[in-house]
């Protein structure tokens, strides 16, 4: 993580869950970085990463993706995985992040 | 003559168990562990060598060792479980749709305003602001 503070780079979460849970997952997993609640998946579908009723009781979820965004708000690097368990490697995103210039 | 009890039976299923239940909890933290679990595998592996052992000296030397009924039902038991573990990794794990209306590289990142966790409203505009790029994750949530 403070690889890409070094490097002026924000990392942001965002999924459906309230703030109460996202506060509970971040405790239990140590996350320092900001978690956004996005309940109705409005900011997720703006993204193209909706998972249709893929969470309990057929809720609205994302599918597991990452972003990168330059300070224009363009987006510059986009990973999206076809397994939920397999997600972007720092070093991955990281590469992308050196690849910005600047 | 009392018949031993047959404990490699008992202690290759707990570790049959370990493998099924390590997963989520510890090996999903590491990407090496995680991407291909193979940490897991090994551990069905030993679960699964042990307990062959011990099922096999109950089936050639039932006078001495107990378990040909118990080690059988926990023999069959592990298969199921690992069974289960396989299809949750290789195919109930990837049943996620298409991102083909996901965004590309060179479009415009919708900008947003949302709660973070103690509820204040966070804006894209100003974390954009202090930074030089934004990293997006996008979670499921929390299960």
């Known amino acids: 993580m403070s690889e890409f503070h070094d490097r002026g780079v924000e990392v942001v979460a965002i999924s459906v869950d309230s703030p109460a849970e996202s506060q509970k997952l971040c405790q239990s997993r140590g996350y320092s970085f900001p978690f956004l609640s996005d309940p109705n998946a409005q900011v997720i579908r703006g993204y193209g990463v909706l998972h249709p009723k893929g969470g309990e009781d057929d809720k609205d979820i994302a599918r597991p993706a990452e972003f990168l965004i330059d300070t224009a708000g363009t987006v510059r690097w986009v990973n999206l995985t076809d397994d939920i368990r397999v997600r972007a490697r720092p070093e991955a995103v990281l590469g992308a992040i050196s690849r910005l210039g600047g | ?143």
């Open chain 2, 1 to 143: 003559m009392k018949r031993h009890w047959n404990s490699p039976i008992w202690a290759g299923f707990a570790i049959v168990i370990v493998a099924l239940v390590s997963y989520i909890p510890i090996f999903v933290r590491f990407p090496v562990t995680r991407d291909v679990p193979w940490a897991n595998y090994l551990l069905y592996l030993l679960g699964g060598g042990l307990l062959a052992v011990g099922v096999r000296r109950a089936f050639q030397a039932p006078e001495q060792y107990r378990g040909k009924i118990s080690g059988s039902i926990l023999a069959v038991l592990s298969v199921l479980l690992l069974g289960f573990f396989v299809v949750s990794i290789l195919y109930l794990a990837k049943q996620i749709p298409s991102a083909e209306r996901a965004l590309r590289p060179g479009q415009p990142a919708p900008p947003f305003v949302l709660q973070d966790i103690t509820g204040r409203q966070v804006a894209s505009s100003e974390l954009l602001k202090g930074h030089r790029a934004v990293v997006l994750v996008f979670y499921r949530g929390y299960w």
